[in-house]
């Protein structure tokens, strides 16, 4: 009974809860920083977890120390202490009630038992009076009234005392002792019980957790929590003191045992980079007394090179000192480099999209250049057509009866033209080069000629008492192999240019070889820039062509690749050379000119470009002569260079490779044995010569003013006196012809001449530069001969003059007059027509090959109402065939054709042309026809037959392979009247 | 109709040939070769123009599965007919052809041909139609 009553009242106690097991600081409100669960509720959770205790370095007696000393370890100890304070107070008060109760049971019982000795005493008295029973326990009831839930518990013994004996009697009495002793007895046992529940109770009491216990239990919960959470994060917790001396550390990831820590700072733990800043930081947070965040790299041996978020806080005392630091470490290295790379991909980002729109921007700028030179290139042929047009009209125009006014007019409307003309056909050199479409040819020629040749067409056109001079060393092959009419054009150019600038003195070319392309250069120099090219094109060539007329041809073979090997002199020419090797010739042009101030010097070579404004007005020309050469230099492997001295003249250089086959011929031409400078021959064709001079001729070389001023611009009106065997001035003529047509005149021209001496027979023609004479009488001639003509004819003549140019002109040439010209012409043309009708076999016999039906109708059409009837094949094949045949007079070849293109055809026909025989045409698998031969020899192949490509795209890069095929002209298509008739007029008529 | 009327008609559909591109002065000139012993000479080569165009779009449509190197040769012939009569937008369907082939662009290519028979087809019918007006007039 008593048992349970203290069960109960232990109960009713526990109603007392026990307040948190945390310290409030680190209570359960929001924001907290430490949430832990109440234990009990789950302990499983944290029994899965292993937690390794290890890493946890503990100065427990500083940590004593801290808690003694700083806030917050106070704090936490007061809620400790207070925490246990009251659990012992609990206690105590438990214990002191269950004593109360005890103690009172026992006053209870002894009262009682003084009521039964009292009442025994009575009974004594009155011993037999009152024989009542009792129940000794009724009034005991009353003590328990208190709690009456009670009472129905408590076991009350409350019979009556049985009694046998007799009331009042001894027996009664002893009985009555015996049953109240009994009674003691059970009071005293119930009340040994009572201790003992007590003592058991109490023992209960001690069994019970201690607060301590308890307390620890709730710590190591945390702790293990914040191990869990711990456990894998990548951060150092610490402690350290005022000196910065590590008291205590978490790391997750050791690599030192505690000695090495504790106690000891950073400087004298790790070494490298890193440490003595994070030192100086923390120390810097100490005393300050703010808390701080900074990342900082080391590079230490100990782990390498890593980034570590630093969280460094004060710890103060409770005085308010500073006593040490918390230091909190995250290693970011990750971080901290996708970071760095972030940043340096857009760095780099950065810097590409930057290098994007430059580039977008220059290639946007080439992109404009680019099609600005096109659009330049473009427009400059398509200048060039009509301008021709109008000059050669103007060339008509005047040689038809004017007065004298408008006559100087269309003289210098004719000067301008053909400035015009050169300054276009500049450009599209230019830009030829520079688009790449320039093509050099590989041609054999002679150097010794090429320098003779420009000397002597700048002779012929000198307006100024100079001389000229050449020096070619002995060294200097015979023959060598590259692009003749590049390098003569390269060379004229150089020298018109020091003519141009040279009042007295000299120019002159030097030709030396030298061992190793060596660039010299200098830049002491100064001197004009303006490339006046207007003397200076490929004027060469037709005097070349005509020397070859008048002398069998002797020198031809300074002209073209084919030409070199087909020479017909009778001399030894070459055989077909067997080995090659390269040799470098230096060129040199020097003058003794006006020379070229320093700074001027490297804008030279750049194109409009001119030493002065006022040297541009003085000199004229454009700026681009001097560009051209040295695009073309450099086209060829070498390098242009300039060394001047101003007021006393400038040298041009340029060194360049050629090959020399060595089997060349070396025998001299043997029909000439006049190496005769003084007397600038033509034909003196001396191979090995080395020197070459013209004199400055002042004769009244200014008597040649006879109203032909147009040539002044252009060419020598004194030709005759400069080059006084000069049999024909039409060198000069040939002058202003763009170089593209060089070809085509160059073998045009010679045909004519020789044409014009032995068909027609014409005095004039033999003997020019006399026939100031005859004017009036040619003049008539004209007349008649254009009333002869039929219409048609004439036309073409004329068309042959103005459209075509050149070999009008180069007849023209022949007399510096050009009213003497225009009779040449005329009489060509009369008597051209009339052999055309007086003697049929002379219509010419005229090729087309072309495959395509449409077109050879259309053509054969043209041509018939031209009055020819023409032959027609379908393919190169076909066409090497025909020639095969018999020979014709022109060939009209379409370039794209099935079996053979009309560009082998033309090869294999030259080739034939060369060497007579066909075996190259054999090689290519046509065989000869068995009417070959007899035709073939009966009319031996002294003349060249003109070959006109007919190409669908009229570019100009296919212009260059036609006549680099041993074209000679070109006629896009489709095939219009008009061209076709232009055609004929040139080559035919 | 009257002659006038004819011959008007007729150099109506001339110009307007001219004038929308289908033709240009290269058909002047051809117009220009007819004479008294060729009086239909336009006409006679434009109809060996369409038989050799027949031929050739023939076989432009053989190598149509992309050879390249056959499709230009044939269609430079093509265009050297073209332009030998002067069918000018044919031409210039041609050379955009050209383009393609040269890219290398087969579907260009095909787009290009399509473009190309149209561009044909349209001339022929309408050169048909112009020669039958003018002979008609002529009658």
Known sequence: MVCEMEHDLMEDMDIEVLPSMWPEDIGTDAGKQFNIEKPGSDQDMLEEVTIVEEPTIVDFKRLMELTNYTDRGSTQLTYFMKYLEYKQANAVRLLREELDNLSKQRQEVELRKLKILEEHRFEDIRYGDDKRPVS???????????????????????KGIEIDAEYDTVVYWKQRALHLEKLLEASIQREQTLIEKLEESIKNLERQSTPVEELSQILKRADNFLHFILQNAPIVIGHQDKELRYRFIYNHFPRLQEEDIIGRTDVEIFTGSGVRESQDFKREVLEKGLPAKREITFETELFGSKTFLIYVEPVFSKAGETIGINYMGMDVTDQVRKRERMARIREEIAVQKAKETELNKTIHITEETMRAKQMLATMSHEIRSPLSGVVSMAEILSTTKLDKEQRQLLEVM??????????????????????????????????????KHVLQTAAASLQKILTLEGHVADDVPIEVIGDVLRIRQILTNLVSNAIKFTHEGKVGINLSVVARPNFGQSEDGQQKISGDKSNVSVSGLSEEKYFSASQNGSSDECRSPVKSERSRNGATEEQPHSTETTVCIRCDVYDTGIGIPEKAIPTLFKRYMQVSADHARKYGGTGLGLAICKQLVELMGGRLTVSSKEHCGSTFTFILPYKVSIACDNSDDPDDKLSDMEKDDAASDDATQGFFQFQPRTLGSLFSSNGSTRASTLRPQKLGLALPHNLNGFSQNSCSL??????????TSVEDVIRVTTVTDSPEMSESGSSTTHKPGTENETVVS??????????IACREIGVETK??????????????????QCVTSRSDSTSTVAKPPLEPKILLVEDNNVNVMVARSMMKQLGHSINVVNNGVEAVRAVQRRNYDLILMDVCMPVMNGLEATKLIRSYEETGNWDAATKAGIEPSSSTSDLQNSEPSTKRMPIIAMTANALSESAEECYANGMDSFVSKPVTFQKLKECLAQFVL | M????????????RRSLFDQGYLD????????????????????IVNLFYNDS????????????????????????????????????????????????????????IRTFQQVKHEYTTLKRQLQTYFQVAKQADA
């Not at chain 1, 005991?140 to 129905?152: A, E, F, G, L, T």
């Not at chain 2, 009257?2 to 559909?13: G, M, P, Y």
């Not at chain 2, 002065?25 to 006679?44: A, T, V, Y």
Request: charged fraction near 35%.
């Open chain 1, 807 to 824: 070999p009008s002109k180069i007849q023209q040439s022949s007399e510096t007059q050009e009213k003497d010209n225009r009779t040449c």
């Open chain 1, 414 to 451: 004719l000067s301008s033209g053909d400035l015009v003309l050169q300054l276009i056909n500049d450009i599209l050199d230019l830009s030829k080069v520079e688009s790449g479409a320039m093509k050099l040819e590989a041609t054999k020629f002679r150097p010794r000629e090429v320098v």
């Open chain 1, 738 to 747: 763009p170089s593209n047509d060089v070809t085509s005149n160059g073998t």
């Open chain 2, 2 to 13: 009257k002659k006038a009327e004819l011959q008007q008609e007729a150099a109506s559909i």
């Open chain 1, 786 to 795: 254009r009333d002869k003509c039929a219409q048609l004819q004439n036309c």
């Open chain 2, 25 to 44: 002065e290269q058909f002047e000139e051809l117009e220009g070769l007819r004479d008294d012993s060729n009086p239909n000479f336009e006409e006679e």
């Open chain 1, 136 to 158: 000794i326990l009724d009034e005991v009831y009353d003590i328990w009234q208190d709690r009456p839930r009670r009472k129905n518990d408590v076991v009350v013994q409350n």
């Open chain 2, 54 to 109: 027949a031929r050739m779009i023939n076989n432009l449509e053989r190598a149509l599965p992309m050879q390249f190197d056959k499709l230009d040769d044939y269609m430079h012939q093509f265009k050297g007919s073209c332009s030998g009569i002067g069918a000018k937008r044919v031409k210039l369907e041609c050379s955009r052809f050209h383009e393609c082939c040269a890219a290398r662009d087969a579907e260009g290519c």
